[in-house]
């Protein structure tokens, strides 16, 4: 992520898609592993559609966050807004829910991470602390 906030806001949409889509991927890797690890499939077909689905899902979530809140910064002439953030985390959200097939996962993914991104955001502007060294 030291790559991601070194580039300024609503600039270069294509290296922080590519940046976010890798951490998503990497992250669906992870999480999928660990699924499989808790509880194995039946074949290795299986296993391997788990560890793709997940990964692929993720990092696309990744790449239209990265995209979006870039693109929005772009449009609305503000860079530096938390607002950004949130249009990009409820464009990820309803990618959920349309992979979901689900309104409800949708709507309530758009809210929850449009706000943690936001939130994100704003820790990152004002210095906010949640783990300090020793």
Avoid at 42 to 60: E, K, P, S, Y
Avoid at 75 to 89: H, K, Q, S, T
Avoid at 103 to 127: Q, R
Wanted: hydrophobic fraction near 45%.
């Amino acid at each position: 992520m030291a790559g991601y906030w070194d580039i300024p806001e609503g600039t270069a949409c294509p290296q922080k898609a590519w940046l976010l889509g890798r951490l998503g991927a990497g992250i669906g890797l992870l999480g999928s592993a660990s699924y499989i690890i808790l509880s194995p499939p039946d074949t290795a077909l299986q296993a391997a559609q788990r560890v793709t689905t997940a990964t692929v899902t993720m990092a696309t979530l990744g790449a239209v966050f990265g995209a979006t809140t870039c693109l929005s910064a772009q449009i609305r002439d503000a860079p530096d807004d938390p607002l950004n953030y949130f249009i990009g985390g409820c464009s990820s959200g309803i990618i959920l829910g349309a992979r979901a097939h689900s309104f409800a996962t949708g709507t309530s993914a758009c809210v929850s991470l449009g706000l943690v991104a936001a939130l994100t955001k704003m820790g990152k502007m004002e210095g906010w602390r949640f783990l300090t060294p020793p």
